[in-house]
C-alpha cells in the first residue's frame, strides 16, 4: 500500500476525530435505549477487566467536554493507526521469511 494513502487515511481519520465527534449525540444508543425501557439497564454495567485509558470517550482532566472529546478522538485514533500498522508491518515481516 501507497504510503501517501495510509498518510491520506490517518488524515481523514484524525480529521473526523478531532472535528466531528465532539458533535456527536449524547443520546443513548438503540439497544442502551431499550435497556432503560425495559429497567435492565444496571444488568449491564459490569466493572471491566481492564480500565479504559480514555473514559467515556473524554480525555480525563480537561473541563471543556468537545476539547475532551476532541482530544480522546486524537489520540485514540494514533494508537490504533500505530496498532494496525505495527501489526501489518510484523505480518508482513513474517511473511517475507
Known sequence: M???MILGG???A???AVFVSPF????PDGLEKVAEDKDFIDLAE???LVSSPIPDYAW???KDERLA???AGLVGTLIICGLGLSLG???SAKNKR
Do not use: E, M, N
Not at 24 to 27: K, L, R, T
Open 2 to 4: 501507497d504510503k501517501r
Open 10 to 12: 490517518l488524515l481523514i
Open 14 to 16: 484524525l480529521s473526523l
Open 24 to 27: 456527536a449525540s449524547s443520546w
Open 46 to 48: 459490569v466493572q471491566p
Open 60 to 62: 480525563p482532566g480537561i
Open 69 to 71: 472529546t476532541s482530544v
Open 89 to 91: 508491518y510484523l505480518l
